[in-house]
């Protein structure tokens, strides 16, 4: 892929770079201070999982209905703009989240709250994608791991205050602040431009677009799945305590922001082909290890499928700004969307299959799944 400035893009200075770093940790932050405060908003409402499984839901729809437009926005008002609206968006209904006891008022919350996300997810991924260009170097891994960086921090903040005694209300609150001040902190370094182009608010995506998008989802899928699902298969499956069976998502979330940190020299030096290729191949056998019956190994596993994921959506954004197929106004929001889906549809799909057959015969498919990423490697200009 060549990596030279891109003389159409406007100069990037060293702040810039900064402040696009700044809001994908304050994103990160903001969006993963909401799981923490899942249990106290299902107790408040008084539902069972089923509908909360429901709830949750309203989130991802939130998100995916704001994509396109965020795109269209973007090119419109830049970057700047759509930012620091989608921001206000997601931490005014933070705290309602934190506070509303209504099935209703939540659902609407998260809805609110989603669109924010959404909209904020395909703003700064679009800056991220102008600063790399006019940069002519790799550093959307980078960029990527402070957002991982921050949903760390968000989830592992609020879960302390929490333990500390404080309430729900007060801790999101404080949340709210912090990402608040991020915002003000990076407003300066926010493009007040964006990607423009002609194309329509809603586009499928097509050629090489949808390839990208098609690795997105199924990477966004395996996320979703071990989020969800892998604590249930180390208890079940693999004898762990119930007391112990979130490190394995623990260890998939540090390898994969460890090596994201890592991404961009990695990009530079091996190139965008080699790090899908060798990452798709590392995810596929770290699930494979997921499947031996024993706990440690299946650690490790998970640690593995961290490791090879991590850098690979990266690489898909940083190709999506740089394709011609689709105006990358348009692109960036249908490739971000598409990985939405993958995260919304992976859960449930692995239940389905652990339904139909196994919850090994799910992880199986997952397996093939990420075997397939690893050989797309080669139809992609990488």
């Known amino acids: 892929m060549d990596r030279s400035p891109d003389p159409a893009t406007p100069a990037i200075n060293r702040s810039q770079e900064w402040g ?3 809001i994908f940790l304050a994103a990160g932050v903001g969006m993963a201070a909401w ?14 999982d089923g509908m909360l499984g429901m709830l949750l839901l309203c989130l991802g729809v939130g998100s995916i209905l704001a994509m396109p437009l965020a795109g269209a926005l973007s090119s419109k008002f830049g970057c700047r703009a759509v930012i620091t609206v989608s921001t206000l968006i997601a931490v005014s209904a933070l705290p309602f989240l934190a506070a509303l006891s209504t099935l209703h ?11 924010g996300l959404g909209s904020l997810d ?33 989830a592992g903040g609020i879960a302390g205050l929490l333990a500390l005694g404080i309430s729900p209300l007060s801790a999101a609150a404080g949340v709210a602040v912090l990402v608040m001040a991020a915002l003000i902190g990076s407003f300066s370094s926010l493009l007040s431009f964006a990607p423009g182009g002609n194309g329509p608010l809603f586009a499928m995506p097509r050629g090489v677009v949808l390839l990208i998008g098609a690795v997105c989802f199924v990477i966004f899928l395996t996320e979703g799945a071990v989020l969800d699902w ?39 030096r091996l190139g965008g082909f080699k790090v899908v290729l060798l990452g798709g191949a590392a995810a596929a056998a770290g699930v494979g290890l997921t499947l031996i019956p024993s706990w440690p190994v299946g650690l490790l596993g998970y640690a593995l499928v961290g490791t090879g994921c991590s850098n690979i959506v ?3 954004f940083t190709a999506a700004g740089r394709q011609t197929a689709m105006p990358a106004n348009v692109a960036i929001p249908a490739v971000t969307t598409l990985g939405y889906a993958g995260i919304l549809a992976g859960p449930a799909l692995i239940g389905f299959i652990s339904h139909l057959s196994s919850l090994p015969a799910a992880f ?15 139809f992609l200009r990488l």
Do not use: C
């Open 35 to 48: 799981a923490p405060l899942v249990p106290f908003a299902k107790a408040r409402a008084g539902i069972d």
């Open 20 to 22: 696009t770093r700044l």
């Open 122 to 154: 395909v703003s700064m991924n679009l800056q991220a994608v102008m600063v790399e260009k006019a940069k002519g170097k790799a550093m959307m891994s980078g960029f990527h791991g402070m957002f991982s960086l921050g949903g760390i921090l968000g």
């Open 230 to 268: 892998s604590a249930v298969f180390l208890t079940s499956h693999h004898g762990m305590p119930k007391e112990k069976a979130g490190l394995g998502y623990a260890a998939f979330a540090l390898t994969m922001t460890a090596f994201r940190f890592a991404g961009d020299w990695m990009v530079e």
């Open 105 to 115: 008022g939540l659902m609407a919350g998260l809805l609110i709250f989603g669109m």
């Open 364 to 378: 199986v498919m997952l397996t093939i799944l990420l075997v397939a990423i690893a050989f797309s490697a080669r």
């Open 314 to 316: 990266p690489v898909m």
